[in-house]
């Protein structure tokens, strides 16, 4: 409920566009889409016109979005013809979008629409008529006479010229047949002079054919011969400076990686590091409440993106099935008498215990720790320890919630630029990449996305909730 009512603030908003010079910009797609916005208010204002605590409440936010109380919950069943208005006031309307606003407007409203005859949609299509016949000039009684007169002066007309015409076609033609027997005498000696030169011609060059052949053979091989050793001199020095630019490039690629490479190895021996110590007092830790004093002053003597890399490194590199789950069991796992591979298998999930909970125990810290690392490698964490995926699933959640959709743009952005959150594009790579995960993983996102669809209110259209546009993006 809270999109509709953010969605009908923009009411005002899209009426000031359209009495504005903004849409010398539009096209015809830029007008369809408004007069669809006009329409969802006018369905939404059927919609809940026989409930008077949501009608208050929409009534209370459309005046609290403009500056006078102009408009209320009554406008938005009159947004189509009151935006029709507006736009055919509006001379800065291009003339294509200005017809296809004419065309809509002239149609007659359908069986079961509601509309008062005498209302403002009866007054849109008679504007819009006044418009189309202030382009015809004069008076409807004198172009009906003018046009019952029409066909008999264009008769008088044509037989008048057609018998001038005959007159002085006759004329001209006995002025011009001296001259036209002399032009198709010369014409006809000049079309058999072709064939004449044609055949002298023929006959002159099969008598020096061979000797034209022999000397062409002669001058052409020699090219062939010339072009060949150009070519292969030239393919021999293109291949040298390929090869030269090759080796450059190999190197410049090398000396760009080399960074980065030597960042992650440096953070994975990190993370190895950590992972040893913790190994070896992760049980007194699990025993003493599972807090480390020096794992937390190592970790935030450390830059934060820094911090965060070692951090998701140690993660990924714990074996499979040492989440948080196993984390409270360390105990029993201890306690077991089945060797070394369970104590092994105890001393992880106490780490990953102690990890996730420096991580999970500070929002901002687990916001910056999400917001460095790539959405691959978060839904690979979020598949293997179920704690941070119920975290992570909350962030994006609250994310997502602080989008607002903007009608002019058609599209998701961000209510405050100033904030470390993430764009609509980022949020829906985000959600892709969890759907593409374990199955579990899968099942617990699409749950949350449908429950949260829910309680917008279940729209099965875009751009009126951004949880129905993520299920439709993540082929749900």
């Given amino acids: 409920m809270d999109a509709v009512l953010r969605q009908v603030e923009q009411l005002p908003a899209l009426l000031a566009v359209s009495r504005s010079a903004q849409v010398r910009d539009w096209d015809c797609l830029t007008l369809d889409r408004a007069l669809e916005w006009a329409r969802y208010f006018q369905h939404l204002h059927h919609r809940f016109r026989a409930r008077p605590q949501l009608r208050e409440a929409l009534g209370r936010r459309l005046r609290r979005s403009q500056p006078l109380p102009l408009l209320g919950f009554p406008a938005?069943?009159?947004?189509?013809?009151?935006?029709?208005?507006?736009?055919?006031?509006?001379?800065?309307?291009?003339?294509?979008?200005?017809r296809c606003l004419l065309r809509g407007l002239l149609q007659p409203p359908g069986e079961g629409s509601g509309c008062d005859p005498r209302g403002l949609a009866l007054l849109a299509r008679r504007k819009a008529a006044a418009r189309l016949l202030a382009l015809v000039p004069g008076p409807e009684g004198q172009l009906q006479a003018e046009a019952r007169l029409l066909p008999g002066r264009l008769r008088e007309q044509g037989q008048e010229a057609e018998a001038r015409l005959r007159e002085q076609g006759?004329?001209?033609?006995?002025?011009?047949?001296?001259?036209?027997?002399?032009?198709?005498?010369?014409?006809?000696?000049?079309?058999?002079?072709?064939?004449?030169?044609?055949?002298?011609?023929?006959?002159?060059?099969?008598?020096?054919?061979?000797?034209?052949?022999?000397?062409?053979?002669?001058?052409?091989?020699?090219?062939?011969?010339?072009q060949g050793q150009e070519a292969e001199a030239r393919l021999r020095e293109q291949g040298q400076e390929a090869e030269a630019r090759l080796r450059e490039q190999g190197q410049e690629a090398e000396a760009r990686l080399l960074p980065g490479r030597l960042r992650e190895q440096g953070q994975e021996a990190e993370a190895r590091l950590l992972l040893g110590r913790l190994r070896e007092e992760g049980q007194e830790a699990a025993e003493a409440a599972g807090q480390l004093p020096w794992l937390r002053a190592a970790l935030e003597q450390l830059p934060q993106p820094r911090a965060c890399g070692v951090v998701a490194a140690a993660l990924a590199l714990l074996p499979q099935g040492c989440g948080t789950e196993q984390a409270g069991d360390t105990d029993r796992a201890a306690g077991s008498s089945q060797g070394g591979y369970q104590a092994g298998a105890a001393g992880d999930g106490c780490a990953a215990g102690l990890l996730l909970s420096w991580l999970l125990g500070d929002q901002e810290r687990f916001s910056a720790f999400c917001l460095c690392l790539p959405s691959s490698q978060l839904a690979f964490l979020a598949g293997h320890y179920s704690q941070l995926s119920r975290s992570y699933l909350d962030l994006l959640t609250s994310w997502g919630s602080r989008l607002v959709y903007d009608p002019l743009q058609g599209r998701w952005v961000k209510s405050c630029l100033d904030k470390a959150e993430l764009s609509w594009e980022e949020l829906r790579e985000r959600f892709i990449c969890l759907c593409q995960g374990p199955a579990l993983l899968r099942e617990q996102t699409q749950a949350a996305l449908e429950l949260l669809r829910t309680r917008d209110g279940d729209f099965k259209v875009r751009g009126l909730s951004v949880w129905t546009d993520l299920l439709m993006e993540v082929g749900y």
Avoid: M, T
């Fill in 170 to 226: 006759q004329e001209a033609e006995a002025q011009l047949l001296p001259g036209r027997l002399r032009e198709e005498g010369q014409e006809a000696e000049a079309r058999l002079l072709p064939g004449r030169l044609r055949e002298q011609g023929q006959e002159a060059e099969a008598r020096l054919l061979p000797g034209r052949l022999r000397e062409q053979g002669q001058e052409a091989e020699a090219r062939l011969r010339e």
């Fill in 76 to 98: 938005l069943g009159r947004c189509p013809q009151l935006l029709g208005l507006a736009l055919l006031e509006n001379r800065a309307l291009p003339p294509a979008a200005c």
